[in-house]
């Protein structure tokens, strides 16, 4: 059984910049696409980005295209998503996840097994 923890998040400031990890435990992810989730309150749980189990293709929502960064190391088994620019919509808790296929996959559906999340919020 594969247990997520991500860590990273945190209270910040419009305009600052955060770096979430993704720690896979159990088993090794390197052969899984993974995602970034996030949900805000009263929202529904959003897909933000995703990377290809070998990170060479990565989707992004068009709310953060050019200011967050998905990438992955598959020998440490760990995914990060570099956020910057931040913004006080980007407040939710975010949440790493296991696609069901090895390919990039650009669904909320596509994705399963998600982390228990890191709470980013950013004030104005």
């Known amino acids: 059984q594969v247990e997520l923890v991500e860590s990273g998040g945190g209270l910040v400031q419009a305009g600052d910049s955060l770096r979430l990890s993704c720690l896979a435990r159990?088993?090794?992810?390197?052969?899984?696409?993974m995602g970034w989730f996030r949900q805000a309150p009263g929202k529904e749980r959003e897909l933000v980005t995703g990377?290809?189990?070998?990170?060479?293709?990565?989707y992004y929502a068009n709310s953060v295209k050019g200011r967050f960064t998905i990438s992955r190391d598959n020998a440490k088994n760990m995914v990060y998503l570099q956020m910057n620019n931040l913004k006080p919509e980007d407040t939710a808790v975010y949440s790493c996840?296991?696609?069901?296929?090895?390919?990039?996959?650009?669904?909320?559906?596509?994705?399963?097994?998600w982390g228990q999340g890191t709470q980013v919020t950013v004030s104005s």
């Open positions: 990377i290809s189990f070998s990170g060479g293709n990565t």
């Open positions: 159990g088993r090794t992810v390197s052969g899984d696409a």
């Open positions: 996840a296991i696609a069901v296929s090895p390919y990039l996959s650009t669904t909320p559906e596509a994705y399963e097994h």
